[in-house]
């Protein structure tokens, strides 16, 4: 005669997970009224508790023996494995304290040179010493930028405070700074303070990280009815610079970026003559991985060295 047992699925979604930390108290205390008072409960209730879980466990988990109790030999078998499930939804639902130092991972930012030059050389001086584990690489922008955020092939890229977003897109303010208007020294209208029409009589380098190197100023000088020639559009801020250095061509960018390298390229800024000349730089990421603890500190980080670099 063959027997076949037939061993049904134990239906968790229907056990009271209540009981758990009284039957792990149970179990490590052996004792009713000591169990009760770490779990929070009336001895009354541990006692009813201690009544579902024989029950439950078909096995009545703690037997008297003299003035105490002592654990069955089911009991004492489950013993380990309930502590143990106890410490692992603690750590589930109790949240580790962030520790930049263990890190070790790759963090990919899309940025311009701009920001290479003037923010990465702090970041990666603060990185060798708090996140030694860290390693950053920098990519260019590109059409498909929000994309590669939204998928995690990017973790987070710079960004102008006014630039469009998509819906899911975090923006986080990185540091303010103000453009200005950037020539040769030597340049025939160096000397005086410009105009919005003196926009439309020299030539322009712009600087496009995608499109075509129109801008906000095209705009407002089209609102007065001027318009420019741009002889060069270039993805680079510092070919920017080195191109107006050795022509009559002006360019309008990071004030910060343009007196770091005023003296070496011999060049002369002046307030271009807009209403506002004030820009803030951000960091956007997906919504989805902002709240990661690393990307929360590394943002914190590039705050702080990016305010010094443009105070």
Known sequence: MVMIIIMRE???????????????ALLRRRNVTRAADDVGLSQPAMSRALARLRDLLADPLLVRAGAGYVLTARAAAIQPQVAALIGQVREVFQSRPFDPAGEHRVLRLAAADSHTVLILPGVIARLAIEAPGVDLRVTAYGPDLFARLQSGELDLAFALAGSPLPPGAHSEIVCRDEVALVMRRGHPAAGRAWTLADYGRHPHVGVALTGDGQSEIDAT???EGVSRRIVLVTPHFMAALAAVAVSDA???????????FAAAFDLTLRTPPFGETLFTTT???SHVRASDPFLVWFRRLVREVATVAAP
């Open 221 to 223: 000088l089209a609102a």
């Open 250 to 260: 002006v360019t309008t960018l990071s004030a910060t970026l343009a007196r770091r």
């Open 283 to 285: 960091l956007v990421s």
């Open 10 to 24: 134990l239906n968790v979604s229907g056990l009271d997970l209540n009981l758990l930390p009284s039957l792990e």
